[in-house]
């Protein structure tokens, strides 16, 4: 067992889907970049001996021992998952964690968690886990709560690199040509991965033919954007964008807030928006020319969105 007297502090980034979301559960591809501007912190301090690990969530007001905790509580998930993964036993010491990722919206806000504790826990036992390893870890304990992830979310959290991501298949990282701005906007209604997943299951269930024929078009749309990306073609991603969230609002998983968002938008100047991630609630994303990222943002605040959020994505290394 290894012991450790000084504190470890762990971050990682929140997410966006870019294209593919659902598709991407049923082998289509999908693609997705860090969001930096939110985060997930864990840090580590030592505890007297005997105390065991106490799990603090300061945006949550809880605290609560991880011997005490219920099997499915996230953090307690994510913790007893990472012991497991470094072979250590429980330590003693106090995890907090803090968080600026909105819950339940579509950006990764549990996968950033369980990531930072993971590599803050493994800092504090005096072990280093690269990125594929955490990823590995963190997919575990995102199937305790969403029951058949893809595994996007934890590649790209992980990775913290723009990913095109295909289930079961090795990472490939996203070269970005031309960096560009994306703004986030929030509806304000939480969202549960879950039960949008299960909604596009039944849906198929329905009618396989129709639904595996929306998955393929939206599969298209991937590997058309994935050229754009890596090409420096930002014209074609706009429409790109628009055509993923009308395959999207097929699939069910839209709203009328989302799609009130999205052709706010639009409206306002943006080269094309749609929802990201989950939907039902949660985020939308819109591709917006530098000059344009005020007027367009306004345009989302008196929509309604609850929060907006700008972001460029590029590739960092
Ligand atoms: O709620 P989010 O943003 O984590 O969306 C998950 C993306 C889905 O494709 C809907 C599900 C998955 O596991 O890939």
């Known amino acids: 067992m290894n012991t450790t007297t000084s504190v470890h502090t762990a971050s990682a980034p929140g997410k966006v889907i870019l294209f593919g979301e659902h598709a991407v559960v049923y082998g289509q591809p999908a693609i997705a970049v860090p969001v930096t501007q939110v985060q997930a912190t864990v840090t580590i301090a030592p505890a007297p001996p005997g105390s065991g690990l106490t799990l603090v969530a300061h945006d949550l007001g809880t605290r609560s021992s991880l011997s005490a905790a219920p099997e499915d509580e996230p953090l307690a998930a994510a913790a007893r998952l990472a012991l497991a993964h470094l ?6 010491a106090t995890l907090t964690v803090t968080s600026t990722i909105p819950i339940a919206s ?12 993971a590599r803050a826990l493994a800092a504090f036992l005096g072990r280093r886990l690269d990125p594929a390893q955490v990823s590995a870890l963190v997919f575990e304990v995102e199937k305790i709560h969403h029951g058949t992830p893809s595994g996007v979310d934890n590649t790209v959290v992980a990775y913290a690199q723009p990913v095109y991501f295909v289930r079961g298949c090795p990472v490939e ?14 509806t304000g209604t939480r ?16 009618n396989p033919a129709r639904y595996d024929a929306l998955f393929d078009q939206i599969g298209d749309v991937v590997i058309e954007a994935r050229r754009a990306i890596e090409s420096g073609d930002v014209d074609a991603l706009g429409p790109l964008m628009d055509d993923n969230h ?16 999205v052709e706010a938008a639009r409206f306002a100047g943006a080269l094309g928006a749609k929802l990201s991630g989950a939907g039902r609630g949660g985020n939308m994303i819109a591709l917006v020319e ?4 005020d007027q367009v943002a306004e345009a989302l605040e008196e929509a309604g969105a609850a929060r907006v959020i700008a972001t460029q994505v590029t590739t960092t290394d």
């Open 290 to 293: 530098d000059d344009l990222v």
């Open 173 to 186: 990282r996203l070269s970005v040509r031309i960096p560009f701005t994306l703004l986030i906007g929030d």
């Open 246 to 261: 009308e395959l999207l609002i097929e699939l069910g998983v839209s709203s009328r807030k989302l799609d009130d968002l």
């Open 106 to 117: 579509g950006l990764g806000s549990g996968t950033a968690v369980s990531t930072a504790l």
């Open 87 to 92: 072979s250590n036993p429980e330590p003693d």
């Open 191 to 206: 969202s549960s991965t879950r039960q949008a997943v299960e909604r596009v299951q039944r849906g198929r269930q329905r």
